[in-house]
């Protein structure tokens, strides 16, 4: 049977759609055949990573970095390692050496040159990630467990700002377009759960590439001074706030969140707040969005409050947000007891899709309630 390696390039990818499973270890398998065929492989292969430090050592992240840095073509691309033994000592010949230290410096990370050593040399993973995303250049979607706190991480990122404003060609994460950003999990159990804030990695919200922007766990607490360190809008297209547990969501942080975007066209919002505590209000976050009137397409609110629309407000009417198609919310946020607003004067003729949430007490109003207050709709 002839090669199909042999067969013009557009017909061998074509044939290799259909034929070929997704799987990693089958892809480097048949990249051994020969030449042709690893060019034809290669794409497969490097076209995305993954890395799990809870179970991954820390010798598969560096064998990775170290990796990159031998082969531009992987770096553009991205690669699946095998998760090697760990060592008891990490032992850097002196070309790793070299290709660390030059990596801290196209990563503008010169001044934490020694700190970035010293944290190698105790295994600590994090600098490995910072300089990681300092060497993948055509880096475009980014999932991230973050810790509470991590220096090296903020100075990277305020760097990369930086880098990127002043027009210097070929800045780290200069096209990255999607980042979601989880809390991590401690390594031992701590009386308060696990939550990111914004005190290090504010300077993400300002990428200019950056559309889709995800935060998970998160405790909003000062971020209208940290997101006050920079005078500019972000372009932040899609926004996703998941709130930390008992996380109190003040006036000024939740205008400074959802106003010093340029043009919000989607926004999720999920407010976990304790019954004891008080934040913002319904119509104080309907104030924050006129400023993304004609852009807004979806919204996705939700209070767990027991009572989330009488207390804290109702949001003005939707049918004023012409561009709107979908829409989440609690229904006591959109009608009050008295009917003062009917859902069908409330929602614009755009919308395409409605969900409507319960609240979190101990029960939830029938369906035939919300059938009388939306009875016109």
């Known amino acids: 049977m002839p090669d199909p390696a042999e067969l013009p390039v557009e017909l061998f990818n074509a044939i290799l759609d259909l034929a070929l499973q997704s799987e990693t270890q089958h892809l480097c ?47 553009a691309q991205g690669f699946y390692p095998r998760d090697g033994q760990p060592q008891s000592q990490l032992q850097l010949l002196p070309n790793e050496i ?22 190698l040399s105790r295994r600590d993973r994090r600098p490995l ?22 220096p090296i ?31 991590e999990v401690p390594p031992f159990r701590t009386d308060v759960g696990p939550y990111i804030k914004l005190d290090s990695l504010w300077p993400a919200f300002y990428l200019p590439s950056l559309r889709t922007l995800s935060l998970f766990d998160f405790d909003p607490h000062k971020a209208a001074e940290y997101l006050g360190h920079y005078a500019a809008v972000s372009h932040v297209e899609h926004l996703y ?18 106003t010093r975007t340029e043009a919000l066209k989607s926004l999720f919002l999920y407010l976990l707040e304790a019954d004891d505590l008080s934040g913002v209000s319904n119509s104080d976050i309907w104030d924050y969005l006129q400023k993304h009137k004609s852009s807004l397409q979806t919204i996705d609110i939700y209070r767990n409050a027991a009572f989330p629309g009488d207390e804290n407000g109702l949001f003005g009417p939707f049918h004023e947000l012409p561009s709107l198609t979908s829409l989440g919310i609690q229904a006591e946020t959109i009608v009050d007891e008295g009917g003062l607003f ?20 101990t029960g939830y109003a029938p369906l035939p309630v919300y059938r009388n207050k939306f009875k016109r709709y």
């Open 153 to 183: 991480l903020g100075t990277f990122m305020k760097r990369a700002l930086e880098f990127q404003t002043s027009g210097r060609p070929l800045c780290s994460l200069s096209k990255l377009k999607e980042l979601y950003l989880f809390a």
């Open 29 to 75: 398998g048949l990249a051994l055949l020969n030449r042709k065929w690893y060019i034809a492989m290669r794409d497969r292969i490097y076209h995305e990573w993954a890395y799990n430090g809870a179970r991954q050592s820390f010798m598969t992240l560096w064998k990775f970095v170290r990796t990159v840095h031998s082969n531009a073509y992987i770096a």
């Open 98 to 119: 070299k290709l660390i230290r030059n990596a801290i410096h196209d990563a503008g990370l010169h001044d934490l040159e020694e700190s970035i050593f010293e944290s």
């Open 241 to 258: 706030l998941i709130a930390h547990w008992g996380t109190v969501f003040t006036h000024q942080d939740t205008q400074a969140l959802l």
């Open 129 to 150: 990630i910072v300089i990681l995303l300092a060497s993948v250049p055509n880096l475009s979607t980014l999932y991230a467990h973050v810790p509470p706190s991590d």
């Open 342 to 361: 009917r859902l069908q004067e409330a929602l614009p003729q755009t919308i395409h899709s409605l969900t409507l949430y319960g609240n979190n007490c």
